[in-house]
């Protein structure tokens, strides 16, 4: 089991930034991959970034490439989003996930464990 506790959301005003962190506890040995989620009113689950087990491979949707970083630190157990330039439409509860498989996953399926959201709200 992995538990995931995300931090780092609030309020932005657009062209802001905010970094968003994921701390993975319980069997944090294992390798496997981890991505960032995000839900907003309306719409469906959506895969934001996503990266694998040692952080050399990554993935983005298009709506974020240029301005959204996904990193890990694989010593202290921890994902990151950096996310500059940021536009009302980013608005939405952020998710990150662990997946058991190793390689790199952006299909919201492939993903075993998750944490329980953190609000990103983006002002005009």
């Known amino acids: 089991q992995v538990q995931l506790v995300e931090s780092g959301g609030g309020l932005v005003q657009a062209g802001g930034s905010l970094r968003l962190s994921c701390a993975a506890s319980g069997r944090t040995s294992s390798s496997y991959a981890m991505g960032w989620f995000r839900h907003a009113p309306g719409n469906e689950r959506e895969v934001v970034a996503a990266i694998n087990w040692s952080g050399g491979i990554t993935y983005y949707t298009d709506s974020v490439k240029g301005r959204f970083t996904i990193s890990r630190d694989r010593a202290k157990n921890t994902m990151y989003l950096q996310m500059n330039s940021l536009k009302p439409e980013d608005t939405a509860v952020y998710y990150c996930?662990?997946?058991?498989?190793?390689?790199?996953?952006?299909?919201?399926?492939?993903?075993?464990?998750w944490g329980q959201g953190t609000q990103v709200t983006v002002s005009s």
């Open positions: 996930a662990a997946s058991n498989y190793a390689g790199i996953q952006s299909n919201r399926t492939s993903y075993d464990y």
